[in-house]
């Protein structure tokens, strides 16, 4: 009942003066008045404050504006950029804070913002920054940087394990949620217009006609498949693909099908080479030596010149 009627704009102008001009080493930057709301960079809108103070702070904001706050404050609360926020904050607190607060408001600023990225208009402005941004060849080369230095850091077996995981989990969400999986459906299906597949095909050959691109890429494809690592996560992998029954059983049925139009194939060649040429006189044909018809004996006679003397 207290919670009700207390207010929090007062509580936080009261917290917020009690930590102005306080020296806290390795403090975090708040903003007073979020930029979101309309604040500046001044620093007379900026504070320090410990991490704990600054989910504090955007936990009386939520309460003071609501709306776009609360996911402030939950992004805050779970992303995973603040490693020593569960070590201030008390383990699991945090999220306890959040959740008891305003569940139903993150799902709503959710839900919305998932039907804004379904509309024409906004998937176009990404699209084209997106495409602008990479444009820029320094920033390609920047991320594949990145993307290398985190992959050289895990093994072939703890590579493969993490995408299992990422399979599995993704499977069984769609299998537990059929809606999502219908929709994301629906939604593929709506952007792969054929316009659109044009458009990427366009992308794709003039790139490929990019001849710098292309040497790189026969080089860095050379040097991964030639490498040990990528043999032995081949034989890893294929070892682990031969232990499930369900692939055997498919790999069984693909090879007896394959034997099976080779014993056909087999079987017609030689049928072709037993036939014989048969004539009436008049006329040539090949059969089988015991189905030679009536009137037709062994043997061809030469076909009229088209030419005659």
Known sequence: MYTQYMDYNKVYIRFIESRRGQGIAGGEKHHILPRSLGGSDAQDNLVLLTVREHVFAHALLAKIHGGRMWYAYHMMVCTRSRPNLRAAVGRGQAMRDMYAGAPWRIDKIREEQRLRMQSPEARAILRAAAEAQWGDRELRSVQSHRVKRWFAGLTSEALAERARAIACGVAQHYENNPDD????????????TPAERDRQ????????????????????????????????????????????PELRAVRSAISTKRMQDKAVRTALSRKISSLVWVTDGRSNRRVLPDEIPEGFVRGRVPRASSNPA
């Open 181 to 192: 999986r219908g929709r994301v459906s629906a939604q593929s299906r709506a952007f792969w």
């Open 201 to 244: 095909s366009a992308l794709m050959h003039d790139l490929w006609k990019d001849t710098e691109y292309v040497e790189k890429q026969r080089a860095a494809h050379r040097a991964a498949v030639t490498s040990d690592d990528y043999r032995k996560r081949m034989s890893t992998v294929q070892k682990a693909a031969g232990e499930r």
